[in-house]
């Protein structure tokens, strides 16, 4: 998808009058948007919201609601767990991957607390229930789960183990069709709206207009083929998503997810990045990206990960986004699952919906004989077999420290389940910002007026990610965002 070609920045002295107004003007109604619009508006400004679709929700509204939160929420003390900001950060701060930010790291889990209540406070409903199951999401309304691999190797050596993973109750859910990220996103907008935010739909949003001093003093944007011109008497938030769906961003910066189904939504077109990068914006981890591993991590736990080489290369019950991301980048995209008949049955008879379960491409009675079968050099995969079964009788896993409770030796009738191609993901990287989404030149000073938050941002990932992050620092940053561009002058 190519988004607008154009995206050279108007002088406001060119615009003859202005279509619209408002004190902040905001691009994109997803989480980053919708937290915006309540803190911009309970602030006193008056609030625009210019919105590409036919109604709120963005990425947010599909998503399985995950918000990744910690350091001692109401809701983790509820479910009966311990955290603090010291144990969150040092956990992020491994997990987010090379380049994570630190000094944002810190900035966000000092604040958690604080943006778990404010969610509440907005009528963000979670339930006091923790899910334990290994899983995408909560099969049901349960409000609490691993959703970052916290408490499998290496990670449980470096932090205590505590769920993070705060899911918005919802009834009748479905996974894949029906997610908790609606229950995310309708109290926000119902709350921004009840605080004073306007919204208006169908506007694409397709450049910015500058004072001559290079404050951004508005949007030019299109709706039903007119053009517009939208003043921003504060200031411009930008929170219009990633560059997943812009195939030539895609191939430029993150190339290896290139042709790959993305996790998102076809506006996430990099419009917004593009917009600031013509005003000079900086960027930063352009290259980073969450990739998932397209297999139920029911079956994952009960079997082994193994490579084109037979080997395995990562524990199977950590976080499924850290196995497809070690699957592409450092794997080749070649990945096998080997599982025996009885785990197999045990997967399909657990809480998984359908969809997510895989059959073996592959079976055989005995390991060598699906070696064969595969392809694989004669050997390695018996080795692997057979190294993993002698660990697995004493209930460990020296290798790569699976959890015990997921440890048994395989046995026969074995299979194999291709992997292969089965990864699929979406961008991490965007606009360098500052810690109130100020959007940074690359002169390392905030361009004046300009504010962004969200997936068109680099926020607290890196090169590493967990289930709630984009939805976590979109919509804790998007408050930041509104309640700066409030703040300034008219």
């Known amino acids: 998808m190519t988004p607008d070609s154009d995206v050279t920045p108007l002088p406001a002295a060119s615009i003859g009058s202005w279509d619209d107004e408002a004190d902040v003007v905001i691009a994109g109604y997803g989480v980053a948007g919708a937290a915006a619009a309540v803190e911009s508006a309970r602030a006193g400004a008056d609030v625009l919201v210019l919105e590409r679709t ?11 609601g995950f918000i990744y939160l910690g350091g001692g929420t109401a809701l983790q003390k509820a479910c009966g767990f311990t955290d603090s900001v010291d144990n ?3 956990f992020l701060n491994v997990a987010m991957g090379p380049g994570a930010d630190e000094k944002r790291i ?8 604080a943006h778990f209540d404010w969610l509440v406070g907005c009528g963000v409903p979670f339930k006091a229930e923790f899910f334990a199951e290994p899983g995408w999401e909560p099969m049901g309304d349960q409000g609490l789960m691993y959703s970052g691999g916290e408490n499998a190797y290496p990670f449980n050596t470096i932090a205590s183990p505590t769920p993070r993973g705060h899911v918005p109750q919802m009834s009748n859910k479905k996974q894949g069709e029906a997610s908790a990220g609606y229950m995310l996103m309708k109290p926000l907008v119902e709350t921004a709206g009840a605080a004073g935010a306007r919204a208006v739909y169908d506007v694409r949003v397709q450049g910015l207009i500058t004072e001559s001093d290079g404050r951004v003093v508005g949007v030019t944007a299109r709706r039903y083929g007119t053009e517009m011109a939208v003043r921003a008497r504060r200031g411009v938030v930008l929170a219009m998503g990633s560059f997943a769906y812009n195939d030539d961003m895609v191939a430029r910066f993150a190339p290896r997810i290139s042709g790959r189904p993305a996790a998102s939504i076809e506006q996430h077109d990099g419009q917004a990045i593009r917009m600031a990068q013509a005003l000079g914006a900086d960027l930063a981890h352009m290259d980073a990206t969450e990739v998932a591993i397209f297999i139920d991590p029911q079956q994952l736990v009960r079997g082994i990960l193994v490579n084109g080489r037979g080997q395995r290369y990562v524990a199977e019950d950590t976080y499924p986004g850290r ?14 699952l080997i599982i025996d008949g009885d785990a197999q049955e045990e997967a399909k008879a657990s809480w998984s919906p359908k969809f997510m ?8 009675d005995t390991v060598e004989d699906l070696e064969r079968e595969m392809g694989l050099a004669p050997g390695c995969l018996q080795a692997t077999v057979a190294a993993y079964n002698a660990g697995a009788t004493d209930g460990e896993d020296p290798l790569l420290h699976k959890k015990p409770e997921w440890i048994r030796p ?12 089965s990864t699929g993901g979406f961008t991490l990287g965007g606009l360098a910002t500052t810690l109130d989404a100020e959007v940074l030149h690359v002169g390392g000073e905030p361009i004046p007026g300009l504010f962004a938050a969200g997936r068109c941002t680099a926020g607290v990932a890196a090169w590493g990610y967990a289930s709630g992050v984009s939805l976590g620092d979109g919509s804790f940053y998007g408050r930041r965002a509104g309640r700066s561009a409030a703040r300034l002058s008219r």
Do not use: F, K
């Open 357 to 364: 379960l895989r059959e073996a491409s592959w079976v055989a």
């Open 410 to 421: 395989i046995g026969s009738p074995v299979g194999a389940i291709d992997l292969r191609e």
């Open 106 to 113: 810190a900035d966000y889990c000092a604040g958690s607390v």
């Open 323 to 336: 196995v497809g991301q070690l699957t592409l980048y450092q794997q080749d995209n070649v990945a096998y």
């Open 54 to 64: 036919g109604s709120w929700g963005g990425a947010a509204a599909m998503a399985g």
């Open 88 to 90: 969150m950060a040092a």
